[in-house]
């Protein structure tokens, strides 16, 4: 069985940075990619980044494009999420998933199997 275990979120000031980390359990050869969603209140859950398992690969919503870095250690089975810059339009629930479906698209949430319960991410202006 697959578990994700989130941590690192916060509330910090713009312009502060925050490293979220998410350590995976049960990961199976099946795993393609790693990544983050995040989800305002109020809003729809939107693509924040993900890194292709094995080729390390990496893919970011213009949104953040510049201010986060994903990366991922294999030997623990651990994705991090490096927010810099933060600004309050960061505020959100950030969820890590896990991509099991051999699609082309790294944005659609549909292709992730497993998700995180979530860390909330609050940035005061």
């Known amino acids: 069985q697959v578990q994700l275990v989130e941590s690192g979120g916060g509330l910090v000031q713009a312009g502060d940075s925050l490293r979220l980390s998410c350590t995976a359990s049960?990961?199976?050869?099946?795993?393609?990619?790693m990544g983050w969603f995040r989800q305002a209140p109020g809003k729809e859950r939107e693509f924040v980044a993900a890194?292709?398992?094995?080729?390390?690969?990496?893919y970011y919503a213009d949104s953040v494009k510049g201010r986060v870095t994903i990366s991922r250690d294999i030997a623990r089975n651990t994705v991090y999420l490096q927010l810099n810059s933060l600004k309050p339009e960061d505020t959100a629930v950030y969820f890590c998933?896990?991509?099991?479906?051999?699609?082309?698209?790294?944005?659609?949430?549909?292709?992730?199997?497993?998700w995180g319960q979530g860390t909330q991410v609050t940035v005061s202006s």
């Open positions: 890194i292709t398992w094995y080729a390390a690969n990496t």
């Open positions: 049960g990961l199976t050869l099946s795993t393609r990619a």
């Open positions: 998933v896990i991509k099991t479906r051999n699609t082309s698209s790294y944005t659609r949430s549909g292709d992730y199997a497993y």
